[in-house]
């Protein structure tokens, strides 16, 4: 057997069957967005982890290296925040060839500055080694008072997302594409791709109102089956209440593709879903579907529902 045959998530189950213990301490353990371990009353450490490397996640050549900091920095935060917490300190490896130009690497550390100013964490340690090709790790350790886990989804529940998604897999899209003078919509959506932003700025509305959350790296629909399968519910997308960026449909008309594929499996966009018992009214909230009995996806559309297909990014496969 290889790994193919298992893929990401059977590999995961696998590992964690080996490596897995209790503890009275640790109060989430694998397969949320981030472990918590409880410090005192009030008070849990959030843990993380995510990689970047060369030729999976980027091609050097085609890459800024500050936007990489930038977005191994982004994925990070995003994680910490999906669980209710802020991030504060880093740790980052980096593996690199010998023939890299120090420029390269030295870009992908300004990103990480830039990154740790504005989502406010500081990086206290790492390690350097050498490989054949680029691999960049951030572990990333939040606080918290409270721990939202993807488990939290009830029957009676709204569902929330923080914003737009499948920007980012339509900007890949048109960086694969390598087509020039791009327009401004296009260079918008490829913006979109290398600096996403993580939703730090909704973190006090997700500690006040969400029950359960994921943030939404591998896709909206890929991300929303981890919430049903952990709740034990059915989450239902009501398709006119889906925010559509205007960018993204202009893209698609132009290269005539659906712009729902791209919202609902187009990855790396770092929103958040939630799901709260509360009606909620507030900026970049968008209210796009409810929790009922049940398992699995599905789109409600003109009174009609069907099951959406749990296609998203699988590493592995
Ligand atoms: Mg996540
Ligand atoms: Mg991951
Ligand atoms: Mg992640």
Known sequence: MILKDVGEFGLIDRLSKIILEE????LVNIGDDTACIKVCDNKNLLLTV??????????????????????????????IVACGGYPKYALVSASLPKNLEVDFIEGIYYGIKEAQDFYRFKTVGGNITSSNQIMIDMTLIG??????????????HYLYLTGYTGLSRAGLDIILSEKKDLTETEKFLVKSHYRPTARLDKLSIL???????????DGLVADLYHISKQSKVKVVIQKESIPIHPALLEYCKNVDKNPYDYIFYGGEDYQIAFTSDSFIEE?????????????????????????????????LI
Do not use: C, M
């Open 50 to 79: 995510d990689t970047q490397v060369e030729n999976v996640h980027f091609i050097k050549d085609r890459i800024n290296p500050v936007d990489l900091g930038w977005k191994l920095s982004t994925a990070n935060v995003s994680d």
């Open 143 to 156: 606080e918290s008072s409270t721990f939202i886990p993807r488990s939290g989804g009830k029957p009676g």
């Open 207 to 217: 500690l006040k109102f969400a029950k359960s959350s994921i943030d939404i790296s």
């Open 283 to 315: 900026e970049d909230i968008y209210l796009i579907g409810y929790i009922s009995e049940g398992e699995g996806v599905f789109l409600e559309e003109n009174n009609r529902s069907s099951k959406l297909h749990e296609k998203g990014f699988n590493h």
């Open 23 to 26: 503890d009275r301490d640790i």
